[in-house]
């Protein structure tokens, strides 16, 4: 396996064949923002970039210095192209270059707070790993998950056994007993319990270790694959993913099981945002990087206002207000489905008080028109601004406050506010993704009565 690392909406284009360049990168021009590779492994992408289905939409045909190009967009993660190769792609946080070890890092910890993939929680023992590429890093993970669930007991469960034997034991299966040919019936057709290992959560687990010892290009890894497999010796692979994927347990007696599922599941290639359908062999999987920004902002506020904040209730996706109705029939139109609603709760009645948005984008404070003025829209969609009008009459009846959250960076750090009518703002808001706490309990207290 060797690794490629883009960010997002970098380009990718065809390698040139170089007299004497074997595979340089220097001598292809690579950098986080454009990469080279070769005709196998840009043919594959350009077959996803021409694709109408709809989970191919992380890359698109483009151009770049007037020559052919594919771009990749607003989605990260890693997947597998031809010649082994693990394609990365991480989060563009900043217009300037960026250390690709502080933004996995940061792509890390974020996808360690959304629900879909619950991973665990980073210490100083592991910080080294964000110097590895993505598939490394979420290799060593995994693994450090599973040592943990190795040492507190792979779990057992009782197994039923049909078995012909010259002795009884269990129960006798009469029925079976009286059709046994005269040749036989020095026999006993019985069942019996065992109580083994050989249970679907383990066949699985023992599949994805397989699996990550194949992918991983790490020397601890490899080693601490190797050590785990010989707690699993005794078990099978599985040879029917879905099905023991249905047979998974999460009874009180497997709680300690319950975070590898989701790994299993992302190593399978049962489970992601969505994986990349084809031949590729390796792990592959994406996050439209909007929706993780989204989830990641909700999970904050959630943590904060639980526990700072006990009188406010955040809401995801609220989605109970409509913007128009048809006189002929009655029936609401045009569902309004804002990201985030944050209620106060008084007594037994919860009253809404700002309605939220998240956008990914890298909007900029000191943007400037052609001629030179300042362009006080800083980038703001005029869709985005007609979209929260509409939430804040339908949501707040024309009274409260609105907010529109983008990620911070060295060109938005300063709030920048819209007055929309007579008692309804807009506060935009830099979301600092470095400092999330701090930056949830600013957004919070702007909610308090002045």
Known sequence: MSDLSIREFGYIIQKEAKEGSNGDE??????????AVDKKAWDYLESYAYSSYKDNRFIRPSNYKDKKALQVVNFVGVITIPDDIHLEILPKTCEGSQKNSDVRKLLVRMLMEVDELPFIKSTDAVVEVFNKPL??????LFLKQLADVVRKGIRKDYKRIEAEERFLKGRLLVSHQINQPISRR?????????FSENRAE???????????????KSEANQKTARELRFAFNEIPKSTDYKTDFSLWRNSRDMISYKPLLYWVKLILNQQSPFSIKGDSKGISFLFPMETLFEKYVAKILEKKALKDYSSYKVEKQVKNKYLAKIPA???WVFQLKPDLAIFERNSSIE?????????????????????????????????????MFAYGHKYLNGQGKLLLIYPKWTNFTNEKNFVLNDGLVLNVFPFDLDNADNSANDLLEKLKPT
């Open 351 to 387: 009253t809404p008080i700002c309605i939220l948005d998240t956008k990914w984008k890298l909007i900029d404070q000191d943007a400037k028109y052609d001629n030179g003025n300042e362009d006080n829209k800083v980038g703001i969609s005029q869709s985005d601004m007609y979209q």
């Open 202 to 216: 383990n066949r699985l687990i023992h599949s994805a270790l397989i699996q990550v010892a194949k992918w991983s």
């Open 26 to 35: 220097s001598a292809t021009g690579s950098s986080i923002d454009t990469i």
């Open 329 to 331: 029939n009655g029936s």
């Open 135 to 140: 598939p490394d890093v979420l290799i060593t």
């Open 186 to 194: 020095h026999l006993f057709r019985i069942a019996y319990d065992v």
